[in-house]
């Protein structure tokens, strides 16, 4: 019978780590439709300020090349003479229970800065996301430049981002470092994510100056400035590195919540097999239990 006891205490404690795992399952899905909902109406700003800056961007272009004046570009897409010192800005969680997700970015921030390192290149790593910079403490602990935890809590929380973004712009205007790098998780689907690096500073502006939309006369508009168009430019690249960021982060805890609302279901989804063979099992020990007291009550009587 003391099998039995320990087989109902084992059955009441997967069952309620059960619930506990269920309901994680639905607050992460719950933060993941949330999640979504913004990364798309982000988007759609984040687009519209491309649009504006290759749009000055293509105007200040041709009148340049019209008058034999040199472009000169922001001093946060200016390159810097070296390269030797890197920045790698990594996105990661402040918690766990999400899966594989954060050992991934841990293992492909590793790999990145051994591969800078080989290179020669002095490297720095920027955690956004107390796990990561956990790891790396125990990892790598020379490499660690800072540990930012509780970043975009709610994932709304755009003016925490633009702080983030002008840190890396001060930091980078007075040499801390020669080239900022980001290593985030892009978000396709619940299921289907992936890590990917993307070069921040100096900021590149990425258009196709063929497209339509660019051009000053787009869907009939006109456009006139108050101030000089490199002024007007300046600004824009500036928001606009900010939305990038936005970006990032909103892909990055969008991947979070995916990973951890599938792992939470995979736990529960165990719980529940667990839970179904240690109830067969119960039953079969309790069935043989109650035979042999049957067969020994039997044999009792006949002795009598």
Known sequence: MAGLKELRTRIGSIKSTQKITSAMKMVAAARLRRSQDLLAKSKTYNDGLLTIAGRLYKDISTESKATGKELVYPLIMQSKPSKNKHLLVVFSSDRGLCGSYNSYILRETLFRIDELRREGKEV??????????????????????????????????????????????????????????????????????????????????????NDPRYDDKFNDAFYEYDVAKEKAFSDIIFMLAVSEMYQILLNSLTSEQGARM?????????????????????NRLRQGAITTELIEIIAGAEAL
Do not use: W
């Not at 998780?185 to 994510?193: G, W």
């Not at 529940?272 to 109830?279: E, P, V």
């Open 262 to 282: 599938t792992s939470m279901d995979n736990a529960t989804r165990n719980a529940n097999d667990m839970i179904a063979k240690l109830t067969l099992k119960y």
């Open 124 to 209: 720095k790593v920027l955690c956004i996301g107390k796990k990561l910079g956990d790891a790396l403490k125990h990892r790598c602990p020379e490499a660690v430049f800072d540990v930012l935890s509780g970043v975009g809590g709610k994932a709304d929380n755009y003016r925490e981002v633009e702080d983030i973004t002008e840190l890396l712009f001060g930091e980078y205007m007075i040499g801390k470092f020669d080239v900022c790098e980001v290593i985030y998780t892009y978000f396709h689907s619940a299921i289907n994510r992936e890590i990917k690096h993307k070069n921040f500073l100096p900021f590149e502006l990425e258009i196709d100056e």
